[in-house]
T-cell receptor, first 113, second 113 residues
């Protein structure tokens, strides 16, 4: 069965420093993978997605993620954190038919001034 | 925001009462989803629909039923609400033309006393 594990429930960085949010997936096929962001008391917004094209995926607001099949990872990075990046981030894997989606438990990103 | 609305936005009810949540979309997307969000669990799929009268279970479907009699509406019913169903419920649509991106509604906060 497919699943995702977000390795950190909370990450704290200083403004202007790099961000790394870690995600490992488990899947018996080549999945589609996504990162979504949820700002406090808001709905979810797609940051980026991997759908078996380029392994380095660029998203909105300067975020990117790299699909590494050998490591079954899809970590989210950003070179320089901004205060507005403070939010909860979810890694998501699809089933093989792209009909169902499985969310990780989330990583809360805190950005210190 | 893909024209997704949820109603009600907040509801407090008592154990044992039936509750129906409504998700409405304005763009005739085929796929619609119901998730619940609980701390430490991310979002978990309850049910989804792939067309009028076509629905399937997700990973936490016990105690929930759904109906879709029109393309634009997807209803989630708790036949007899329990305190364990206190949660935030999100509806989502999937846009096939955007390669399985999901767009989420604003959420419904349900409290079962």
């Amino acid at each position: 069965a497919q699943s995702v594990t977000q390795l950190d429930s909370h990450v704290s960085v200083s403004e202007g420093t790099p961000v790394l949010l870690r995600c490992n997936y488990s899947s018996s096929y080549s999945p589609s993978l996504f990162w979504y962001v949820q700002h406090p008391n808001k709905g979810l917004q797609l940051l980026l997605k991997y759908t078996s094209a380029a392994t380095l995926v660029k998203g909105i607001n300067g975020f990117e993620a790299e699909f590494k099949k050998s490591e079954t990872s899809f970590h989210l990075t950003k070179p320089s954190a901004h205060m507005s990046d403070a939010a909860e981030y979810f890694c998501v894997v699809s089933d093989r038919n792209f009909n169902k989606f499985y969310f990780g438990s989330g990583t809360k990103l805190n950005v210190k001034p | 925001d893909a024209g997704i609305t949820q109603s009600p936005r907040h509801k407090v009810t008592e154990t044992g009462t039936p509750v129906t949540l409504r998700c409405h979309q304005t763009e005739n997307h085929r796929y619609m989803y119901w998730y619940r969000q609980d701390p430490g669990h991310g979002l978990r799929l309850i049910h989804y629909s792939y067309g009028v009268k076509d629905t399937d279970k997700g990973e936490v479907s016990d105690g929930y039923s759904v109906s879709r009699s029109k393309t634009e509406d997807f209803l989630l019913t708790l036949e007899s609400a329990t305190s364990s169903q206190t949660s935030v419920y999100f509806c989502a649509i999937m846009t096939r033309d955007k390669a399985d991106t999901q767009y989420f509604g604003p959420g419904t906060r349900l409290t079962v006393l």
